[in-house]
T-cell receptor, first 112, second 115 residues
């Protein structure tokens, strides 16, 4: 079956611009995670959605980062006023309930 | 919070030899330990996982061992093949208290299998 999909696959933007990254989880997966992968920091947790519960935003690095999940399916990660240090690969993962997470291919963000 | 250390950062082996990657974790409440393989330009792919009520798990050429007392777990790949070349990540998770099983990852091991 279809895996986790993310779009765009690559995004180049100018410092100060806003960007939106999209994640389509595996059908039926109730949990959705966003992670960031950068050279210096490895893979870091950003935010978690589970069903209709309040999201766990404890990993978001600043208030410029936000995410939403509509209808319990598609999620959008928004970065406002991008900075060069936001350049990274943004990965989305989904799971059925808890534990085993399946990752998408990621969005490679470059902030010039 | 949880801290996961992974060693070595790079590993080169001859085709057919075994490869071992080791990880330690700090939070004794962690109870789920997956291993991911990441090829260039792709997202991490789950290759094997183990839960804290099990000491060892094997799937063909891949095995994982867990020592809860020492808080370390290892990935073993036998009869390595060139297609095993990739970056491998270990991770640990537990319920964060908010229902989230966020993964804490090691820094990764770049495995190169030399034909």
């Amino acid at each position: 079956g279809a895996g986790v999909s993310q779009s765009p696959s690559n995004k180049v933007t100018e410092k100060g611009k806003d960007v939106e990254l999209r994640c389509d989880p595996i059908s039926g997966h109730t949990a959705l995670y966003w992670y960031r992968q950068s050279l210096g920091q490895g893979l870091e947790f950003l935010i978690y959605f589970q069903g209709n519960s309040a999201p766990d935003k404890s990993g978001l690095p600043s208030d410029r980062f936000s995410a939403e999940r509509t209808g319990g399916s598609v999620s959008t990660l928004t970065i406002q006023r991008t900075q060069q240090e936001d350049s990274a690969v943004y990965l989305c993962a989904s799971s059925v309930g808890v534990e085993t997470q399946y990752f998408g291919p990621g969005t490679r963000l470059l902030v010039l | 919070g949880e801290n996961v250390e992974q060693h070595p950062s790079t590993l080169s082996v001859q085709e057919g030899d075994s490869a071992v990657i080791k990880c330690t974790y700090s939070d004794s409440a962690s109870n789920y330990f997956p291993w991911y393989k990441q090829e260039l330009g792709k997202g991490p792919q789950l290759i094997i996982d183990i839960r804290s009520n099990v000491g060892e798990k094997k799937d063909q050429r891949i095995a994982v061992t867990l020592n809860k007392t020492a808080k370390h777990f290892s990935l073993h790949i036998t009869e390595t093949q060139p297609e095993d070349s990739a970056v491998y990540f270990c991770a640990a998770s537990r319920d964060s208290g908010a229902g989230s099983y966020q993964l804490t990852f090691g820094k990764g091991t770049k495995l190169s299998v030399i034909p």
